[in-house]
């Protein structure tokens, strides 16, 4: 049974994992990604001490594993946008409709605090890009200031 609860400290080298390993996968494990974001070792600190941001992960409770997570947090200079952050599973977690169920709890969270959605993905995460499309997030021209992914070539925004 899967189920989606907040980042734990223990949970911090499970989810930095995932992250690299999808994003190795898909070539990007290159500097201006999530890849060589400094606070991987310490999701959970990271998260908690940022005002208006959380984490959750997806915890497989027969495997008593993290399958996937999902973040959100501030964008520096837009006080009234928040980004979805890195939102990766595991391969074996995906097609059953978690990415999907996470980016929901993440709108409602952000409604909270922001009136706008960022997000950075890549034209190489296919599934990524159509999964933002579909929820509808428009394709911007070039990334917000402030943005610190800029290896990634594909920005989105939506009105929360």
Known sequence: MLKIRKIEPTDDQAVKKIIQDCLRDAHLNIPGTAYFDPQLDSLAEYYN???????????????????????????????????????????EARGHGLSKV???????????????MYVVTDTKLEVANILYQHAGFTKLDHPLTGDEHLACDTQYLKDI
């Open 49 to 91: 001490d940022l005002p208006k941001s959380i984490y959750w992960v997806v915890f497989d409770d027969l495997k008593k594993e993290v399958v996937g997570g999902c973040g959100v947090g501030p964008v520096p200079g837009h006080p009234n946008i928040c980004e979805l952050q890195k939102l990766y599973l595991k391969p």
């Open 102 to 116: 996470l980016l929901k709890k993440a709108l409602e969270f952000a409604q909270v605090y922001y009136q706008k």
